[in-house]
């Protein structure tokens, strides 16, 4: 399985991080491919129609399953509301392409369930440059692969 995920940043300068991880069925989810794509949704856009397009294409790399973090609207006035359109652009290209399940997850509780301790010990914890935002990407992707129990990134994660 191959497991693209992405945790969508802000308009503007805004950056979004994105990992995509091999998770084959009898060992742990591995990196496979990490950026941090700048210039909010324009530079998603951009990113969607070429870098995207040019992964499903690749069945080394093509995504079974996208994650992406769902924006929940507080009404809080002058919230930036660009990551509700990045999902937006995921769920066209996604139709589009006609491939994989969109997963969309809930900002809150990430942290919890994939505390930065177990993104340390799988070694998705990066410190490089923008790296917030694909250490962010990574915790979603492990958090839907806690979800379905995949076994031995379990074991990889938890020592179990």
């Known amino acids: 399985m191959i497991i693209l995920s992405v945790d969508p940043g802000g308009s503007g300068r805004g950056t979004s991080g994105v990992v995509v991880l091999r998770a084959p069925e009898?060992?742990?989810?591995?990196?496979?491919?990490?950026?941090?794509?700048?210039?909010?949704?324009?530079?998603?856009?951009?990113?969607?129609?070429?870098?995207?397009?040019?992964?499903?294409?690749?069945?080394?790399i093509s995504p079974d399953v996208v994650v992406c973090e769902h924006f929940i609207n507080?009404?809080?006035?002058?919230?930036?509301?660009?990551?509700?359109?990045?999902e937006g652009a995921l769920r066209y290209v996604?139709?589009?392409?006609?491939k994989g399940k969109l997963i969309l997850q809930a900002a809150s509780g990430k942290n919890t369930l994939v505390p930065d301790k177990i993104l340390k010990r799988v070694g998705m914890w990066w410190t490089d440059d923008?790296?917030?935002?694909?250490?962010?990407a990574a915790r979603h992707a492990l958090v839907y692969l806690r979800s379905i129990k995949h076994k031995p990134t379990l074991e990889r994660m938890y020592g179990e």
């Open 26 to 60: 009898d060992s742990p989810a591995q990196v496979v491919y990490r950026t941090a794509v700048k210039e909010g949704l324009d530079g998603f856009s951009a990113w969607l129609n070429y870098e995207f397009r040019s992964m499903c294409s690749d069945p080394k």
């Open 130 to 136: 923008n790296h917030r935002d694909q250490t962010e």
């Open 74 to 86: 507080r009404n809080i006035p002058g919230s930036d509301l660009t990551p509700v359109l990045i």
């Open 94 to 98: 996604m139709n589009d392409w006609g």
